[in-house]
């Protein structure tokens, strides 16, 4: 399984962004796509997920309210919407399929990784 992510860019601060994720097939029904985000010096850390069949969907605390995980079925590709964007908010995002929900384990396949970085 291969993913592409995309959409990064550089922003102003309250901006919205909208990152892609295009999976190169379709996850058996049990998995769960992922973005993580790790900003300069910093570990890396969840950000939201999708379950690819049932579409359930899990956040971080800093990403409820802000940020938006959907999945389009048809395309391959799981999308995340980031609203009100924050100079914190500044790393690179990837995505990762996955199978399990615990998101302190390096599992599964991932991508390249985005750069998202949002000037104050």
């Known amino acids: 399984v291969q993913l592409q992510a995309s959409g990064g860019g550089l922003v102003q601060a309250g901006d919205s962004l909208k990152l892609s994720c295009v999976v190169s097939?379709?996850?058996?029904?049990?998995?769960?796509i992922a973005w993580f985000r790790q900003a300069p010096g910093k570990e890396q850390e969840f950000v939201a997920a999708?379950?690819?069949?049932?579409?359930?969907?899990y956040y971080a605390d800093f990403a409820k309210g802000r940020f938006t995980i959907s999945r389009d079925n048809a395309k391959n590709t799981v999308r995340l919407h980031m609203i009100s964007l924050e100079p914190e908010d500044t790393a690179v995002y990837y995505c990762?399929?996955?199978?399990?929900?615990?998101?302190?384990?390096?599992?599964?396949?991932w991508g390249q990784g985005t750069l998202v970085t949002v000037s104050s």
């Open positions: 999708v379950t690819w069949t049932t579409s359930s969907q």
């Open positions: 990762n399929s996955r199978l399990t929900q615990h998101w302190n384990t390096q599992t599964g396949y």
């Open positions: 097939r379709r996850p058996i029904s049990s998995y769960l």
